[in-house]
């Protein structure tokens, strides 16, 4: 029997030029760098350039993987972009890269879910070519975290970074079966109770202000260990696998302690582990393609890879998603 999958034909990213190091924080904070690299396993950040917006680091990394596709705009009907920091309360991101890119055809909009962004982007937009509404995607997650940033908590200046990650999406006929390149599997959760514990105190609708990003980074990670191995687990199953089929975790890069007792739970061991924590940092909705395009370019990942990505933030919102190269 043929199924309509999402089939990744192409992974592009973009990281700003300037990178800031844990001593360079050291030098303006009370942290060192021996704590960043211990608890965390951060070592350097990038950072937008002052006018560098996100819609400038999704158009690049946009750009990035339609060349890797061998496509154009003009070959896309879809955009859908992971943001928590748009350049504007509005318009959405995802049309000011559908003009940066020069298209004035298809639909683009932004989904909100923070870290987990990109989980829920990929899922909708599957969502969309799956059922034939559209042929090709463009899910991108981009973010200027920094801007978000209290520079004076070193609670949470240390963990973040910006950058995009972006991959095209191309809806093809395969068997339904789970050798079936695309995408075998995504669930997505959400739970409001915990907004209070990772969020921003600002925002247009009550203070006017963009306000900061403020975390109880103690009680999140507790929530991410369980809530992602339950997620990971339900979306294996879903596609008819086991943690044993995994041959690549493409895991949110929030902290290496965090990947490391995901890995764990599913009893996969760290060298399956992607990672690009250390030199990426925290770049929410953009790390999780930002982490895969980083595999797809250095050959880790092959054709008939399973790959398993995760991601848990502000909300909370989870997700994860099976992934056939
Ligand atoms: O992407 C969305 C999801 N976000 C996450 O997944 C983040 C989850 N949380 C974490 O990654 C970790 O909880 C953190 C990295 C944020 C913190 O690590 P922790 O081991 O949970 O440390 P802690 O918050 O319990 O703090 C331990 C100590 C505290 O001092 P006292 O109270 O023990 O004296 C902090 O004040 O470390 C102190 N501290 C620091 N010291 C040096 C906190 N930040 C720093 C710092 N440098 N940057």
């Known amino acids: 029997m043929s199924t309509r999958r999402s089939v ?20 303006r904070l009370d942290t060192s760098d021996a704590w960043i690299v211990e608890r965390t396993g951060i070592r350097r950040r990038h950072i937008a350039a002052q006018g560098e917006f996100t819609s400038d680091l999704g158009a690049a990394a946009a750009r990035n993987a339609l060349d890797a596709a061998g496509l154009s705009a003009s070959d896309i009907d879809l955009i859908v972009v992971a943001t928590a920091t748009p350049d504007q309360t ?38 969309l070519l799956v059922n034939g509404a559209y042929a090709r995607a463009l899910v991108i997650g981009a973010e200027t975290f920094s801007r978000l940033l209290d520079w004076e908590d070193r609670a949470t200046a240390v963990l973040f970074g910006d950058g995009a990650g972006a991959v095209v999406l191309e809806a093809q006929a395969q068997t339904g079966g789970s050798a079936d390149r ?46 992602l191995a339950s997620v990971m687990g339900e979306v294996l199953e879903a596609a008819g696998l086991t943690p044993a089929d995994v041959t690549w975790l493409v895991p949110h890069q929030a902290n290496l302690r965090i990947l490391e007792a995901t890995a764990r739970k599913l009893d996969l061991s760290p060298d399956k582990v992607v990672v690009t924590v250390d030199r990426h940092a925290n770049t929410s909705a953009a790390s999780v393609p930002l982490a895969l395009d980083t ?24 997700g994860a998603a099976a992934v056939r190269w």
């Open 8 to 27: 990744i034909i192409g992974t592009g990213s973009y990281l700003p030029q300037t990178v800031l190091s844990n001593d360079d924080l050291a030098a």
């Open 90 to 127: 509005f318009p959405a991101v995802a049309t000011v890269i559908q003009h940066k890119l020069g298209m004035t055809h298809g639909v683009a909009f932004d989904v909100g879910a923070v870290c987990s962004g990109f989980l829920y982007a990929l899922t909708v937009a599957d969502a």
């Open 182 to 227: 695309g995408v075998l599997a995504s669930r997505l959760h959400s739970d409001g109770r915990y907004n209070d514990l990772l969020y921003v105190d600002g925002g247009p609708g009550s203070t006017g202000t963009t306000g900061h990003l403020r975390m109880k980074g103690r009680e999140v990670f507790r929530h991410a260990v369980v809530n």
């Open 295 to 318: 595999a797809v370019r250095d050959g880790r990942i092959q054709p008939g890879d399973l790959l398993l990505l995760e991601a848990m933030g502000g909300g909370f919102t989870w």
